[in-house]
């Protein structure tokens, strides 16, 4: 049976950009395909942004002609096998006259930090539903914080019912009453994962020991030093309760930069690296830039999972992997709390952790040990 968002996702799909496309089609009993123009935080280097680009090329119909809009255009060509255009610039003015559609695609893109561009998408995407295009925002986050201007033009936007849907009750709750936002959760939940053969061999080919229980660390820097290093406390500390009770640990890199202008100093394969000084002992790696239905099945193939990452954390709960999230982001803390999932404060008691790790080992193991031969 298909979940009921997935259906909410699809419909606003199916019919996109369809009228459009039939007014001014091809030849008499030849008419030519759907184009559909996908808006996104996408090229940027960060799987979980891809994740939900993989989730909407999914579930398009069969035979749309898709362009993306992106900040890397070749790197998304590479990772999706779709046409991509510059996300500024001559490109995209003539990628929203060619297109009969536009999707505005998932993820946090409005709220305190949004770019000078994502700023502009409302009153753009206004603009281009003058000129007879259909627009949808798919699963998208909106933000306190948010600039009023830009909140209010998004409202005006998608006035129609059928042209939004939200990842959160406090995306919803943010767009105001007066606006049917249905929550269909993150886009990347629904992602179908690799396989789980592929998963096993980037493990090991990343030096995981196989048929040992896993814990995979996904971090993430934050803009407030004393708060990641305590945070770096408690993965050390989560690590070494691990290791002592027989398992191993590797790290989850789902970004190829830190946010909040950090830069590559702070990226989270540094942070995986300072974690394996604390630890004496290396920890393997696993990305960035993995495919996003292979980063979802290593998250799969784990036994647990730490994360300050909230993609991490959709990929585990989706698989099915227990997972202990910190709750820094408004995202993040929401997401956590509509599945129930484990969350930290910044400074837990290490009782706590062990206690985590001591309840979580040996039930995730017992449910599914795992051959040395795989």
Same mark, same amino acid.
């Given at each position: 049976?298909?979940?009921?968002?997935?259906?909410?996702?699809?419909? +606003?799909?199916?019919?996109?950009?369809?009228?459009?496309? &039939? /007014?001014?089609?091809?030849?008499?009993?030849?008419?030519?395909?759907? =184009?559909?123009?996908?808006?996104?935080?996408?090229?940027?280097?960060?799987?979980?942004?891809?994740?939900?680009?993989?989730?909407?090329? +999914?579930?398009?119909?069969?035979?749309?002609?898709?362009?993306? !809009?992106?900040?890397?255009?070749?790197?998304?060509?590479?990772?999706?096998?779709?046409?991509?255009?510059?996300?500024?610039?001559? *490109?995209?003015?003539? *990628?929203?006259?060619? %297109?009969?559609?536009?999707?505005?695609?998932?993820?946090?893109?409005?709220?305190?930090?949004?770019?000078?561009?994502?700023?502009?998408?409302?009153?753009?995407?206004?603009?281009?539903?003058?000129?007879?295009?259909?627009?949808? @925002? #798919?699963?998208?986050?909106? @933000?306190?914080?948010?600039?009023?201007?830009?909140?209010?033009?998004? =409202?005006?936007?998608? /006035? +129609?019912?059928?042209?939004?849907?939200?990842?959160?009750?406090?995306?919803?709750?943010?767009?105001?009453?007066?606006?049917?936002?249905?929550?269909?959760?993150?886009?990347?939940?629904?992602? *179908?994962?690799?396989?789980?053969?592929?998963?096993?061999?980037?493990?090991?080919?990343?030096?995981?020991?196989?048929?040992?229980?896993?814990?995979? !660390?996904?971090?993430?820097?934050?803009?407030?030093?004393?708060? #990641?290093?305590?945070?770096?406390?408690?993965?050390?500390?989560?690590?070494?309760?691990?290791?002592? =009770?027989?398992?191993?640990?590797?790290?989850?890199?789902?970004?190829?930069?830190?946010? @909040?202008?950090?830069?590559?100093?702070?990226?989270?394969?540094?942070?995986?690296?300072?974690?394996?000084?604390?630890?004496?002992?290396?920890?393997?790696?696993?990305?960035? +830039?993995?495919?996003? &239905?292979? *980063?979802?099945?290593? #998250?799969?193939?784990?036994?647990?999972?730490?994360?300050?990452?909230?993609?991490?954390?959709?990929?585990? #709960?989706?698989?099915?992997?227990? %997972?202990?999230?910190?709750?820094?982001?408004?995202?993040?803390?929401?997401?956590? &709390?509509?599945?129930?999932?484990?969350?930290?404060?910044?400074?837990?008691?290490?009782?706590?952790?062990?206690?985590?790790?001591?309840?979580?080992?040996?039930?995730?193991?017992?449910? =599914?040990?795992?051959?040395?031969?795989?």
């Amino acid at each position: 049976m298909t979940d009921p968002r997935t259906s909410l996702i699809r419909q +606003q799909l199916a019919d996109l950009g369809v009228r459009h496309g &039939a /007014r001014s089609g091809g030849a008499p009993g030849s008419p030519r395909a759907t =184009r559909v123009l996908v808006i996104g935080n996408f090229g940027n280097g960060n799987t979980g942004d891809e994740a939900m680009l993989a989730r909407t090329l +999914q579930e398009l119909p069969a035979g749309t002609d898709v362009r993306i !809009v992106s900040r890397n255009p070749r790197m998304v060509e590479a990772l999706h096998g779709v046409r991509a255009v510059a996300m500024d610039g001559l *490109a995209f003015t003539k *990628a929203l006259k060619w %297109c009969d559609g536009i999707a505005i695609v998932g993820g946090g893109l409005f709220g305190i930090g949004a770019s000078p561009l994502v700023k502009a998408l409302p009153a753009i995407v206004w603009a281009a539903t003058a000129l007879g295009r259909d627009i949808t @925002y #798919v699963a998208i986050g909106v @933000y306190p914080g948010t600039p009023g201007r830009v909140l209010d033009l998004l =409202r005006r936007s998608v /006035r +129609q019912p059928g042209r939004i849907s939200v990842r959160d009750e406090v995306s919803a709750a943010t767009l105001g009453d007066a606006i049917v936002a249905p929550v269909v959760g993150d886009l990347a939940m629904g992602l *179908a994962p690799a396989p789980a053969a592929d998963a096993r061999r980037a493990l090991v080919a990343a030096g995981v020991e196989p048929g040992v229980p896993l814990l995979l !660390v996904a971090p993430k820097a934050l803009p407030n030093p004393i708060l #990641v290093d305590a945070l770096q406390d408690a993965a050390e500390t989560l690590a070494r309760r691990w290791i002592e =009770r027989g398992g191993t640990v590797a790290g989850l890199a789902i970004s190829t930069h830190a946010d @909040y202008g950090l830069g590559l100093s702070r990226r989270d394969e540094v942070l995986v690296g300072e974690l394996g000084e604390r630890l004496g002992r290396p920890v393997p790696v696993l990305g960035p +830039q993995l495919a996003p &239905a292979l *980063a979802k099945a290593v #998250v799969g193939e784990a036994d647990a999972l730490f994360g300050l990452r909230i993609h991490s954390l959709i990929f585990a #709960v989706s698989t099915g992997v227990p %997972c202990l999230g910190v709750g820094w982001e408004e995202r993040t803390t929401a997401f956590l &709390a509509e599945h129930e999932q484990s969350a930290i404060t910044t400074r837990p008691p290490v009782e706590d952790l062990h206690a985590w790790v001591d309840r979580t080992l040996p039930a995730r193991w017992s449910t =599914r040990p795992r051959l040395l031969s795989s």
